[in-house]
């Protein structure tokens, strides 16, 4: 039996070869959507800016570790059973038609800029299989450990920036480099961007040093090296990691993208105070000085027991909710409209997902447990329309009804969206050849009308 | 030359006269256009609705798959042209894959008429032998092309030449290319690997350029020698190695081969040299300044002798125990399992007493693959422990004991291996009954599904033989792997201790031996190979013959004309430290100790347990479970290790410390002079050279004492970072 979302590899590409990057209603080959996006990278508007749609310049990922609830957030059942439906309810959002959770107000705002999913499926139930399948869109393998999505952007843009190109806020969970090696591993943050002292791990100076130190210590290593270099007749002096390091970790600019407290409070504000929104703010600082990947991790989702407590109030007592979700909304809300202000919405493709959904019935500790036949995820910006749901699961979340997508399928159109052709082909350590993404099926209404 | 003109007239037969045979004759077409390929309809759920076995391995599925499914709709028996076999791959008709056959290829016209023939499979023929040629073939010079062939026999028949179905592969295309006139383009230097693939059969073909032009001292012979190319010339003569030390035949081989492709070989490194990378490459740690005196002063014997001694010395330290014990943890990918330190604990602490107390690895081989009890007393009994399953279980075997990647065969027959789907599900199914919890013991049942048959797979030991259904088999996967005339496990050991010494295994990758990834010296491995065994399988003996050859003892400085060698040995290659290897020696030059875990461990080759908290070297690169550690080398030279190495405390609080190796001496009113040179003995393993030494004092000899200070501490940072410092070499 054929798995049923891989389809033939020949015909998929064919077929969206005719589409690829939403261009084809203007008649943009494939040939040109890979030009089209190098000339966007290179930053002069052109073909990409007439045709109102270019790849997404960055991405920023929020993942949502865990698994969230897809019952309590984006796809609510409020006419289901009482088992099923849980304890929030569902509220208009701004454009109509779609309602999500009464949890998140701010999104609900922003409606017009988000593609909501309601039909993503998967087979993989267990946290660490399925990270692996929606960071990567390939099914885990003992043999092979496919690179994220961070990983491939960093992989294909290679320029000479200052900044990592795969930034992670604070540490990587599964998503690594994958075959693709050290190289395009996440740079982790390290740390809490909602705290005062919050620091990235390794840029500031050790106690007592100081940029003449920095130079000093640089020129040395360099009398001691350019000695080796000499014995060897190599002109290989400068170590390019060496190079990088030093160059970060000496530039105000560099680390300007780091430091929140360059943020004016009202700004600070908006993204809530805890550690998420702050991340995201972060995140957005980060892409607007041309970082094409940041992770935000968001830990906690894996809500077995006490929905109420955790989702919403955060700890028992709590008079306004601190939950994982109106923490969300706050950073998730902000984040959009910050990027919409600021003209980078439509260059920044930004996704919040999770591993999978929960359970329809609630469990007996008034939790979900793992469900990954049907969840949701959303996205906006980067030339996702938005103002729409895509696919539909059953009346009690428990199937999807409506246009089945698979993390395989998802990961396609993330690539699509970003620009980077899906069937390219990477290598691995021993040179087997692996496209970028194999099987997958375009989902075209999450990149054109 | 008879035998040539014969070949010549063979050619010439080019189709045969009986009906043209499925497996041997349609398939390798099929895969010669690449339509089995993985990335194609050879995948595991095929393209476009057609599923071919991968590299048509399954002939019968895919006469199935071609001539009847669908209803037969792929076959056009009234106008075969226009079947869709061909109309798709000869661009006829829209084709994912695009054109791939010529209409009046060969190729095509044997399809032709094969499904003129009625598309049949009838009495297949089977492949019974192989050959190609050149096995081995030298050059003179570059470019140069070589013609390469194939030829085939099927059951008891004539051989044939199927040289035009056969695919050959340049596993370096930038050295060698390989046109569709089946003739090989060299275009680099060097010894060249070619795999030639029929059918289920892949063949290695090496190709030679020696790196110079024969020297005009040589003689005429050497030249006219090197100017052949078939061949029988090339096939060299074996040495006869029966009365030699394990150094004297690491020496023979290398140079034989250095010589035949004329890379001439860097002088021995100095003594210094020497010590430091052996004291490194056996213990993981530097050479102590004292032991560098020493060793520099001592005039007890000749050089080979203070050689031996050292090396014997080292091999009987406990920091030799140490190391290996890190080195083999990570092999046997020790770590702990969730809420139970005690079976990691029992695990690491048998493995270091084997080391230790000098056990043949024979003896722990069959410990780690039979061991039963309770696995928080009985270490080895955790081997099994490790893998989640038993093919995991099944791949680890492989991988530890045979240094080899069996996972391909899960899916699919190994591509480029002799192991089947049969193979793999039936070594798995070996060990299907073991129960993993902290009792390891065997229970009635278990199996693992054949994804081949969609049956429980048949215990098997790899390519020999089918095992009953029931008992206990793992005392036969012993004696295959470990004591069998195939000597895999001993092999496979040899080469990661040959590459633990020289930064490179005689075969690369070392968890990927097979017939068609060949040694660069396959008699030397093969010899070391049967040392190591009739050595009762003791690392120290073939540890101490690596260490103790003049191809260890080689200076790693590059002559004019043998820098670019990465595999030969003409030079010492140049190796970073292992992250725990340089967390140490930072420790040890700057005299304050890294601890991890508050305390629990001071020195970090003792983190055995790759999930035991330790951010340094986890930032450095340390090898974690999920790696197969072995695969690069590249490490410490992530952006992350950098910042780490540049303002993290792992370097600059040891340095500003008072009871640090600095502080101390600047305390106890050192000069300039004397620090620089006790840090470039305790860093560098040497002294300053007078022209270092000169250029240190002047930059560092201030009068403002804190200037000086600063100064110092910049330089010890330096040295600290710097690749002499920072590499074995």
């Known amino acids: 039996m054929r798995n049923p979302y891989s389809k033939p590899r020949g015909a998929v590409t064919r077929r969206d070869s005719l589409r690829i990057g939403c261009l084809t209603a203007l008649g943009v080959g494939v040939a040109d959507f890979l030009r089209l996006r190098s000339v966007r990278l ?98 885990p393998s003992p043999v092979l450990q496919y690179p994220s999505y961070g990983a491939v952007v960093a992989h294909q843009r290679r ?77 290989s002096v400068g170590d390019p990691a060496w190079e990088r390091a030093y160059r970060l970790a000496t530039s105000r600019e560099a680390k300007s993208a780091f430091d929140l407290s360059q943020e004016p409070d009202s700004v600070r504000v908006r993204y809530g105070p805890r550690m998420f929104g702050q991340s995201c703010l972060l995140a957005r600082r980060l892409v607007e000085r041309g970082v094409p990947f940041v992770s935000v991790i968001n830990t906690g989702w894996d809500t077995h027991e006490g929905l109420v407590l955790q989702l919403k109030q955060g700890y028992s007592g709590a008079k306004v909710g601190v939950g994982l979700v109106p923490t969300f909304d706050l950073g998730f809300a902000a984040l959009l409209e910050d990027l919409a202000l600021r003209g980078l919405l439509d260059e920044t493709l930004v996704i919040a997902l999770g591993e999978f959904g929960r359970t329809p019935k609630l469990n007996v500790r008034g939790g979900r447990d793992h469900w990954p036949r049907v969840f949701s995820a959303v996205m906006a910006g980067g030339g996702v329309p938005g103002g729409q749901v895509i696919g539909a699961s059953d009346q009690v979340g428990e199937s999807p009804v409506d246009e089945p997508i698979s993390p395989n399928d998802l990961a396609r159109t993330i690539y699509t969206l970003l620009g980077i052709d899906p069937d390219l082909e990477l290598r691995t350590g021993d040179g087997r050849p692996v496209p970028v993404n194999q099987g997958g099926k375009l989902v075209r209404s999450l990149c054109s009308r | 030359m008879i035998g040539l003109v014969w070949f010549g007239l063979m050619l010439l037969a080019a189709e045969p006269e009986r009906p043209i045979d499925f497996d041997t004759e349609i398939v390798p077409v099929l895969t010669r256009s690449g339509c089995n390929a993985g990335a194609c309809h050879g995948a595991a759920a095929g393209r476009g609705g057609l599923h071919l076995s991968l590299l048509g391995a399954d002939p019968a599925a895919d006469h199935e798959a071609i001539a009847h499914a669908f209803e037969g709709r792929r076959i056009n028996w009234v106008h075969p042209r226009k079947s869709l076999l061909l109309r798709k791959p000869t661009g006829h008709l829209d084709h994912g894959g695009g054109m791939l056959l010529d209409a009046d290829s060969p190729g095509a016209e044997r399809i032709v008429r094969w499904i003129q023939e009625g598309a049949l499979r009838t009495s297949p023929r089977r492949l019974s032998a192989f050959e190609v040629s050149p096995r081995r073939a030298r050059l003179a010079t570059i470019p140069a092309e070589v013609t390469l062939e194939a030829t085939a026999r099927f059951d008891e028949g004539r051989p044939e030449d199927v040289t035009a179905w056969t695919i050959f592969q340049s596993a370096d295309p930038s050295a060698v290319t390989i046109g569709d006139d089946h003739r090989a383009r060299i ?79 860097s002088p021995p490194a100095t003594d210094t040299e020497w010590l430091r990378r052996v004291t490194l490459d056996l213990t993981g740690r530097l050479p102590d300044p004292t032991f560098v005196a020493l060793f520099l002063q001592t005039d007890g014997g000749s050089r080979r002798e203070k050689r031996e001694r050292m090396v014997d010395r080292l091999l009987s330290s406990d920091a030799f125990v140490d190391f290996w014990t890190l080195r083999f943890s990570r092999l046997l990918q020790m770590h702990s399992l969730p809420n139970e330190q005690q079976g990691l604990a029992a695990y690491a602490g048998w493995l270091r007493s084997g080391i230790s107390g000098g056990t043949g690895w024979d003896e722990m081989a069959r410990q780690l693959l039979t061991a039963t009890g309770d696995s928080h007393v009985i270490g080895p009994a955790n081997f099994g422990r490790m893998a989640a399953d038993p093919r995991a279980h099944a791949e680890l075997v492989g991988r530890f004991f045979l240094g080899m990647r069996l996972g391909c065969a899960n899916c699919h027959n190994h591509p480029l291996d002799k192991w089947t789907q049969d193979d793999y ?94 040694a660069t010296h396959p008699e030397l491995l093969e010899w070391l190979a049967a040392d190591f065994a009739k050595h009762r399988f003791q690392i120290r003996h073939a540890l101490r013959g690596i260490a103790l050859s003049d191809t260890y003892a080689r200076s790693a400085t590059p002559l004019d004309n043998n820098g670019p060698d990465d595999q030969f040995y003409s030079h010492a290659l140049r190796r970073p430290l292992d992250p725990e290897v340089l967390v140490d020696a930072i420790a040890d030059v700057t005299g304050v100790a890294e601890t991890f875990g508050d305390g629990v461990y001071s020195r970090a080759v003792a983190v055995i347990d790759p999930l035991f908290p330790a951010p340094t070297l986890d930032t450095l690169g340390r090898c974690n479970r999920a790696a197969a550690c072995e695969e690069t080398l590249v490490r410490n030279a992530t952006l992350p290790a950098r910042l780490h190495l540049l303002n993290s405390a792992l370097i600059n609080a040891k340095l500003a410390s008072d009871l640090g190796r600095l502080h101390l001496r600047i305390a106890a009113g050192c000069t300039t002079e004397e620090i620089v040179n006790e840090f470039y003995l305790h860093g560098l393993s040497r002294r300053a050279t007078v022209d270092e030494r000169s250029a240190w004092l002047e930059e560092l000899e201030v009068t403002d004492r804190d200037e000086r200070r600063r100064r110092l501490e910049d330089f010890v940072w330096s040295l600290l970072n710097s690749r002499q410092f920072a590499e074995n070499h």
């Open chain 1, 42 to 139: 290179g930053g002069q508007a052109m073909a990409g800016e007439h045709l109102g749609r270019s790849a997404a310049r960055s991405c920023i990922l929020l993942w949502l570790d865990g698994g969230p609830s897809h019952l309590e957030t984006l796809d609510l059942k409020p006419e289901a059973p009482l088992e099923v439906r849980g304890p929030f309810q569902p509220i208009a959002t701004q454009v109509a038609g779609i309602q999500i959770s009464e949890l998140l107000p701010e999104t609900a705002k922003q409606a017009d800029k988000l593609a909501i999913i309601r039909s993503l499926t998967s087979p993989l139930g267990e946290h660490g299989l399925a990270n692996n399948y929606l960071l990567t869109g390939y099914k």
């Open chain 2, 425 to 518: 599900h039936g070594l798995a199914a070996i060990f299907a009954r073991l129960e993993r919890g902290r009792i390891v013991e065997l229970s009635a049942r278990g199996s693992v599904t054949n994804l081949r048959t969609g049956e429980p797979a048949v215990p098997r030991i790899p390519g020999l033989r089918d095992l009953p259904a029931d008992g206990d088999h793992r005392e036969a996967v012993f004696q295959w792997a470990v004591t069998g005339p195939n000597n895999y496990f001993a092999r496979a050991t040899v080469n990661r201790l040959w590459r633990a010494m020289f930064g490179r295994g005689l075969i690369e990758p070392p968890d990927d031996l097979r017939d068609t990834n060949p």
């Open chain 2, 187 to 265: 275009h680099r230097r060097g010894q060249h690997l070619i795999l030639a693939r029929f059918l289920h059969r892949v063949e290695p073909m090496v190709l030679v350029v020696p790196w110079a032009a024969p020297d005009a001292a040589r003689s005429d012979a050497a030249r006219t020698d090197a100017a052949r190319t078939d061949a029988a010339t090339s096939e060299r003569v074996p040495v006869d190695d029966s009365d030699s030390s394990p150094e004297e035949v690491i020496d023979r081989h290398v140079m034989r081969l250095l010589d035949e492709l004329r890379i001439p070989a």
């Open chain 1, 159 to 235: 320029d000479d920036g200052l900044l990592p190109r795969y930034v992670t806020i604070p540490e990587p969970r599964t998503g690594g480099a994958g075959f693709l090696g050290s190289t395009v591993e996440p740079f982790a943050t390290g740390g809490d961007p909602s705290k005062p002292d919050f620091r990235v791990r390794d840029l500031d100076w050790f106690p007592g040093i100081d940029a003449a130190r920095l130079r000093r210590r640089r020129d040395y290593l360099r009398s001691f090296d350019a000695a080796q270099a000499a014995v060897e007749s190599s002109d």
